[in-house]
């Protein structure tokens, strides 16, 4: 079955580094886009980014657009999001997500993982 | 930025009673619209997408209408394992995905 597994959370200082992974395994991972969707502390959802299911595209909202990038590497089945420049609303917890369709983007998140916590405060 | 907006905020139900969602968007959507079940300290779950095509594994007392700016998730009859947080998501291209603020089902 789809599995996803967020690593790479932590407590940074304001203007801090972060890079989060997420591993994938049950489906062809390069067949898929793949997001990242945050959740503030008692609030609700906010989509982050996305990239291509071959790596060749991505997309970032505007609140992240300049200090975020993301990657994968099809060999490790891996997902990252490189968080740099962080401010204290970037306090959440981090779920990686499965694009529904393979192929194309259709920024439905059909699978998920259990989340990373990250915390920007000094 | 399309802004959705979900009401009520709480929704307070028994089991066995029929619960009714509303998700209204500030432009149209088409039909380019998702519905997910959160519960507690758990991650989100896709239900229902292009607003009425159950999820694999949704079941069948979920279902998703509507089109334009105005969309509804009902639930045919509560079951114990339904209350819980609820989000509707736009997914027009430009500009970004959105989430709505959330709609809470709670045991009445």
């Known amino acids: 079955q789809v599995q996803l597994v967020e690593s790479g959370g932590g407590v940074v200082q304001p203007g801090g580094s972060l890079r989060l992974s997420c591993a994938a395994s049950?489906?062809?991972?390069?067949?898929?886009?793949m997001h990242w969707v945050r959740q503030a502390p008692g609030k609700g959802l906010e989509w982050v980014a996305v990239i291509s299911y071959d790596g060749s595209n991505e997309d970032f909202d505007d609140s992240v657009k300049g200090r975020f990038t993301i990657s994968r590497d099809k060999w490790k089945n891996t997902v990252y999001l490189e968080m740099n420049s962080l401010r204290a609303e970037d306090t959440a917890v981090y779920y990686c997500a499965k694009d529904l369709y393979s192929g194309h983007r259709s920024y439905y998140m059909v699978a998920w993982g259990k989340g990373t916590t990250v915390t920007v405060s000094s | 930025e399309i802004v959705l907006t979900q009401s009520p905020v709480t929704l307070s139900l028994s089991p066995g009673e029929r619960a009714t969602l509303s998700c209204r968007a500030s432009?149209?959507?088409?039909?380019?619209l998702a519905w997910y079940q959160q519960k507690p300290g758990q991650a989100p779950r896709l239900l229902i997408y292009d607003a009425s095509n159950r999820a694999t594994g949704t079941p069948a007392r979920f279902s998703g209408r509507g089109s334009g700016t105005d969309f509804t998730l009902t639930i045919s009859s509560l079951e114990p394992e339904d209350f819980a947080v609820y989000y509707c998501?736009?997914?027009?291209?430009?500009?970004?995905?959105?989430f709505g603020g959330g709609t809470k089902v709670e045991i009445k």
């Open positions: 998501q736009q997914r027009t291209k430009r500009p970004k995905p959105t």
């Open positions: 049950g489906f062809h991972f390069s067949s898929y886009d």
């Open positions: 432009q149209s959507v088409n039909s380019l």
